[in-house]
């Protein structure tokens, strides 16, 4: 069975500062997807970025960037010049490559933004 | 603003009520999905419909009855709730494969 783990229950990060969000997951399957889940207290779950195993380059998605490790499976989240609006949980996800997927996630990770 | 729109927001119900929740996409997915989240913990599948039918019930009581009329809309009629079932539910929808686009949730309380 696929787990997702999250080993930092809460974070905080000063505002315009850069803060890492760790994630881990074990799987032995080779063809997969990795997410990143945003959800503000307004509670809606937004996706933040998501991965594809099968590429080796790392996602990007305008502050937003992670560091995949395939071999380590390791997924770390890397939120740079942080804003107040940044805070949220944030849940690490997995899924498998089927045509359409369950989602594991990890037990989220609470980040709180200081002005 | 959100491309998955549920409905209520919010619904207080009795353990002998019936009532269902709504949940409607028109971005063409044709995977969706119901999810229970507890606060402060992750969101548990429920429930998987690809193509119009149901192709995951991840062992979920008979008290919760999905259905999906089309492909644009899914809902999930509920009968004689217990206090435990106090939650907000998710709806989302995704492409095939992914990723899953998710609603704002119905928070649901169980008198």
């Known amino acids: 069975a696929q787990t997702v783990t999250q080993s930092q229950p809460e974070m905080s990060v000063q505002e315009a500062e850069t803060v890492t969000l760790s994630c881990t997951y074990d799987?032995?399957?080779?063809?997969?997807?990795l997410f990143w889940y945003k959800q503000p207290p307004s509670r809606q779950m937004i996706l933040v970025i998501r991965?594809?195993?099968?590429?080796?380059q790392n996602a990007t998605e305008n502050r937003f960037s992670v560091n995949f490790q395939k071999a380590a499976k390791s997924f770390s989240l890397k939120i740079s010049d942080s804003q107040l609006g940044d805070a949220a949980m944030y849940f690490c996800?997995?899924?498998?490559?089927?045509?359409?997927?369950?989602?594991?996630f990890g037990q989220g990770t609470i980040l709180t933004v200081h002005p | 603003d959100t491309e998955v729109t549920q409905t209520p927001k919010h619904l207080v119900m009795g353990m002998t009520n019936k009532k269902s929740l709504k949940c409607e996409q028109h971005?063409?997915?044709?995977?969706m999905y119901w999810y229970k989240q507890k606060a402060k913990k992750p969101p548990e599948l429920m429930f998987v419909?690809?193509?119009?039918?149901?192709?995951i019930n991840e062992s979920v009581p008979s008290r919760f009855s999905p259905e999906c009329p089309n492909s644009s809309l899914l809902n999930l009629h509920l009968h004689a709730l217990q206090p435990e079932d106090s939650a907000l539910y998710l709806c989302?929808?995704?492409?095939?494969?992914?990723?899953?686009?998710f609603g704002d949730g119905t928070r649901l309380s169980i008198l």
């Open positions: 419909y690809s193509y119009e039918k149901l192709s």
């Open positions: 971005m063409g997915h044709r995977a």
């Open positions: 996800a997995y899924s498998r490559g089927t045509s359409y997927g369950k989602l594991t």
């Open positions: 989302a929808s995704s492409p095939l494969p992914q990723p899953q686009h």
């Open positions: 991965q594809e195993a099968y590429k080796q």
């Open positions: 799987t032995s399957e080779s063809d997969y997807y």
